[in-house]
């Protein structure tokens, strides 16, 4: 396997040095590219070295962790909190981190973690690998099942199965014609440039629908779209010429 290339943040010298200890003796595959107490430091430093994984610290002088990592979306890296307080886990997994571990760090958690944030590193590299190859064969017949980046490695799905499609950070959810809701870790722009422009289209910043399910449509300053599964979603204004177009040769195709 390849090295995964980390950054260290926190505020207390000896907790970044303990911590690259331990990442030298037990995750052998995680290379330290860099380490800081400064939050605005590490904020310079991730944008130039780019890394694939970020150690952070929650409370820091000047900016904590969550507000490094909001300067930072989309997050182009995976994170594991190392913090002394147990009360920020949730607010942490608001931000996608991949793990949060709680000083003084065990080594048994620090492993699962990395762990963790390697297969989800190798996800994306081979779902990155499938989106190139998908996108330079977008003159070819349109493929009749898209591949979703799940937590447990890929799930292919019928195109026609898709009934919307909604931005949620850095994941997607996709709302199938069988109720069911599939997470996927790529953003919304990344599909929309795969899902096929006769039959998708993306009526808000939020939300992408496949023409075949709608129900209704309300007149509004953007409108409204009922879906056949009972889902109400609005319509941008600056929107909306287009989705009616699309809509209407949609309509003259299926005539």
Same mark, same amino acid.
């Given at each position: 396997?390849?090295?995964?290339?980390?950054?260290?943040?926190?505020?207390?010298?000896?907790?970044?040095?303990?911590?690259?200890?331990?990442?030298?003796?037990?995750?052998?595959?995680?290379?330290?590219?860099?380490? !800081?107490?400064?939050?605005?430091?590490?904020?310079?430093?991730?944008?130039?070295?780019?890394? *694939?994984?970020?150690?952070?610290?929650?409370?820091?002088?000047? @900016? &904590?962790?969550?507000?490094?990592?909001?300067?930072? /979306?989309?997050?182009?890296?995976?994170?594991? $909190?190392? !913090?002394?307080?147990?009360?920020?886990?949730? /607010?942490? $997994?608001?931000?996608?981190?991949?793990?949060?571990?709680?000083?003084?760090? &065990?080594?048994?958690?620090?492993?699962?973690?990395?762990? #963790?944030?390697?297969? +989800?590193? /190798?996800?994306?590299?081979?779902?990155? &690998?499938?989106? !190139?190859?998908? *996108?330079?064969?977008?003159?070819?017949?349109?493929?009749?099942?898209?591949?979703? #980046?799940?937590?447990?490695?890929?799930?292919?799905?019928?195109?026609?199965?898709?009934?919307?499609?909604?931005?949620?950070?850095?994941?997607?959810?996709?709302? @199938?014609? %069988? %109720?069911?809701?599939?997470?996927?870790? +790529?953003?919304?722009?990344?599909?929309?440039?795969?899902?096929?422009?006769?039959? $998708?289209?993306?009526?808000?910043?939020?939300?992408?629908?496949?023409?075949? $399910?709608?129900?209704?449509?309300?007149?509004?300053?953007?409108?409204?779209?009922?879906?056949? &599964?009972?889902? *109400?979603?609005?319509?941008?204004?600056?929107?909306?010429?287009?989705?009616?177009? +699309?809509?209407?040769?949609?309509?003259?195709?299926?005539?």
């Amino acid at each position: 396997m390849a090295d995964i290339h980390c950054i260290l943040i926190d505020d207390e010298p000896q907790n970044l040095k303990l911590l690259q200890q331990m990442l030298e003796m037990h995750c052998k595959q995680v290379k330290v590219l860099g380490k !800081t107490t400064v939050a605005q430091d590490g904020l310079a430093m991730i944008e130039e070295l780019k890394p *694939e994984l970020v150690f952070l610290d929650v409370e820091m002088p000047h @900016m &904590n962790g969550f507000d490094l990592l909001k300067k930072l /979306e989309p997050l182009s890296f995976e994170v594991i $909190f190392v !913090t002394a307080y147990s009360h920020y886990a949730i /607010e942490a $997994f608001e931000h996608h981190a991949t793990g949060y571990i709680t000083k003084p760090v &065990n080594t048994e958690k620090l492993a699962a973690a990395v762990n #963790s944030a390697i297969k +989800r590193i /190798e996800e994306k590299k081979v779902n990155r &690998n499938l989106f !190139t190859l998908l *996108e330079q064969n977008t003159r070819q017949p349109a493929p009749d099942k898209i591949p979703l #980046s799940t937590s447990n490695g890929l799930l292919f799905v019928r195109i026609a199965d898709i009934v919307y499609c909604e931005s949620s950070g850095n994941y997607t959810h996709f709302y @199938m014609n %069988d %109720d069911k809701k599939i997470v996927v870790s +790529r953003q919304l722009g990344e599909y929309e440039k795969l899902l096929p422009e006769n039959t $998708f289209t993306r009526i808000h910043d939020k939300y992408i629908i496949n023409l075949a $399910f709608i129900k209704e449509y309300t007149k509004g300053s953007g409108g409204e779209v009922l879906l056949e &599964n009972g889902k *109400e979603l609005p319509v941008a204004s600056r929107r909306k010429e287009d989705f009616l177009a +699309r809509f209407e040769k949609w309509i003259k195709r299926k005539g």
